[in-house]
């Protein structure tokens, strides 16, 4: 609801789920081959063609494969504000799921270049965690600063302490 209406957001889902009330949207579904095996649209090539529909924001409804790369490229290719969901144990796991589906692409591309590319299209991971009692809750927020050693560098800047979530007193790298 606060994408400016002169913004064009472009949604990429495996199964359409997200319901977003905004004049300039265009949602988009992946579609599994027929029974003769044809008629397949992946989500990667579903990205490939968001840019040609001018996006300003691309939202990937959840990145499983080969397509984080392609979401990778576009992000750090003017789409900021971009944003996708993947599975993961906490934000540091995050980020190496993400790096090992960026391999799933099959190119030769060195781990550094693909952590530089993580680095540079990913601002903030807000790691969502279910309770015991089923109930979801945001357990942890951290801000990607950087690559220092060949390691993606995280402020971790909020955390779940089993009740609410708690300021960890970290300064931004923003400010």
């Known amino acids: 609801m606060l994408f400016p209406p ?8 495996d199964a359409a789920e997200l ?5 300039n949207l265009i949602a988009l579904e992946a579609r599994p081959a ?3 095996g044809k008629g397949q649209i992946t989500i990667r ?5 968001a840019l040609r529909m001018r996006p300003d924001r691309i939202i990937v409804g959840e990145c499983r494969g080969a397509e984080a790369l392609d979401m990778l490229q576009a992000m750090n290719t003017g789409h900021e504000g971009s944003l996708t969901t993947l599975h993961a144990n906490s934000a540091r796991e995050a980020l190496q799921r993400l790096e090992v589906m960026v391999l799933m692409a099959g190119f030769e591309i060195p781990l550094l270049a693909i952590r530089q590319q993580i680095v540079a299209a ?3 991971i807000v790691h969502i ?25 995280l402020n971790r800047m ?9 300021e ?3 300064i931004s790298a923003w400010t």
Do not use: C, P, W
Not at 6 to 13: A, D, K, L, M, S
Not at 19 to 23: I, N, R
Not at 136 to 153: L, T
Not at 158 to 166: K, W
């Open 122 to 124: 990913i601002d903030v």
């Open 129 to 153: 965690k279910r309770t015991s009692m089923g109930q979801r809750v945001v357990h942890e927020i951290s801000e990607v600063v950087g690559v220092d050693a060949n390691v993606i560098q």
């Open 6 to 13: 002169q913004q064009r957001i472009v949604t990429i889902e």
């Open 34 to 36: 027929n029974a003769e």
């Open 45 to 49: 090539e579903l990205l490939i063609n």
């Open 168 to 170: 960890t007193g970290v």
């Open 19 to 23: 319901k977003l009330s905004h004049d």
């Open 158 to 166: 909020f955390y779940h302490d089993g009740e609410q979530l708690v």
